[in-house]
Nanobody, 114 residues
Framework: QVQLVESGGGLVQAGGSLRLSCVASGSISRINAMGWYRQAPGRQRELVAR???????NYRDSVKGRFTISRGSAKKTVYLQMNSLKPEDTAVYYC????????WGQGTQVTVSS
């Protein structure tokens, strides 16, 4: 059974930083991409950042230059370094793994106070 476990969320003041981590466990035959999504109250879940098997990355425009996605050496770990956080970054952040299926973590809350 595949499980994604996120950590690193919390409460931070505007301008601060957080680092999210996600570790995938279980049998995943091939990971095509890993990513982070977020969902704020009353809004749809949206892509924040994604990194492909080959190392290519893409970000939503509002986080470019502030957030960095990376993978661990074991390739089943993905990180999201978030700098210069803004109140509008407040949301539940979800880890996603794209394989033959899409797997999701349980989410971690990020709250940025003004």
């Amino acid at each position: 059974q595949v499980q994604l476990v996120e950590s690193g969320g919390g409460l931070v003041q505007a301008g601060g930083s957080l680092r999210l981590s996600c570790v995938a466990s279980g049998s995943i035959s091939r990971i095509n991409a890993m990513g982070w999504y977020r969902q704020a109250p009353g809004r749809q879940r949206e892509l924040v950042a994604r990194i492909t098997r080959g190392g290519g990355t893409n970000y939503r425009d509002s986080v470019k230059g502030r957030f960095t996605i990376s993978r661990g050496s074991a390739k089943k770990t993905v990180y999201l370094q978030m700098n210069s956080l803004k109140p509008e970054d407040t949301a539940v952040y979800y880890c996603n793994v794209e394989s033959w299926y899409a797997y999701w973590g349980q989410g971690t809350q990020v709250t940025v106070s003004s």
